[in-house]
């Protein structure tokens, strides 16, 4: 069974620009969890699709969005990007809900922002 | 502020000892889990325990959870050279927030040779 695939891989992006970071969760999988990581404030919880609904949001600002789409495939978007959001972008799916099945996690894909 | 914390934040010890990790918690829980992340392999899945579960073991693997105390802890017996590695607890945020994974700030681990 493939894991969690992640595109791009790395990304360097301008302040004020926008990007779009895509995840193929495990087949059979519904939910798609998005995370950030950072040296400073560790692994931080974005947002969960289950079904195409978001379930819940974490506290970021409304430049963080995401979808997920029919085939459980999910994106999220960053737009008016800040040097900030230079981070390590997790994609995690899972059988169900996030916080009672295990979450497979992608390979994650490195934005940095000039 | 983070829901889990770990202590300690870094743990060195020699292959063949155990390591123990702990984890504290702010809110109830509904499940608390333990997952693992290094260079080569990403974050892993461990173990994942219910607020109704007060051990449970995965091979070498040993997790302990105590909700009176809003406790946690991961025992690593035999560590090997693979092992080294951060281990985060995630949980939910209890009846409020149920489906929001927090996770702590980490233990570093790492194994001498």
């Known amino acids: 069974k493939a894991g969690v695939t992640q595109t791009p891989r790395y990304l360097i992006k301008t302040r004020g620009q926008q990007v779009t970071l895509s995840c193929s969760p495990i087949?059979?999988?519904?939910?798609v969890s998005w995370y950030q990581q950072t040296p400073g404030q560790g692994l931080q919880f974005l947002f969960e699709?289950?079904?195409?609904?978001?379930?819940n949001k974490g506290n970021f600002p409304g430049r963080f969005s995401g979808r997920q789409f029919s085939n459980s495939r999910s994106e999220m978007n960053v737009s008016t990007l800040e040097l900030g959001d230079s981070a390590l972008y997790l994609c995690?799916?899972?059988?169900?809900?996030?916080?009672?099945?295990?979450?497979?996690f992608g390979p994650g894909t490195r934005l940095t922002v000039t | 502020s983070q829901q889990g914390e770990e202590d300690p934040q870094a743990l060195s010890i020699q292959e063949g000892e155990n390591a123990t990790m702990n984890c504290s918690y702010k809110?109830?829980?509904?499940?608390l889990q333990w997952y693992r992340q290094n260079s080569g392999r990403g974050l892993v899945h461990l173990i994942l325990?219910?607020?109704?579960?007060r051990e449970k073991h995965s091979g070498r693997l040993r997790v302990t959870l105590d909700t009176s105390k809003k406790s946690s802890s991961l025992l690593i017996t035999a560590s090997r050279a693979a092992d080294t590695a951060s281990y985060f607890c995630?949980?939910?945020?209890?009846?409020?927030?149920?489906?929001?994974?927090?996770f702590g700030s980490g233990t570093r681990l790492s194994i001498r040779p």
């Open positions: 699709y289950f079904s195409e609904t978001q379930r």
């Open positions: 995630a949980t939910d945020g209890g009846d409020s927030s149920a489906s929001k994974i927090i």
């Open positions: 995690a799916s899972s059988l169900g809900t996030a916080h009672s099945y295990e979450q497979y």
């Open positions: 809110t109830s829980i509904n499940n």
């Open positions: 087949s059979g999988h519904r939910s």
């Open positions: 325990i219910r607020s109704n579960e």
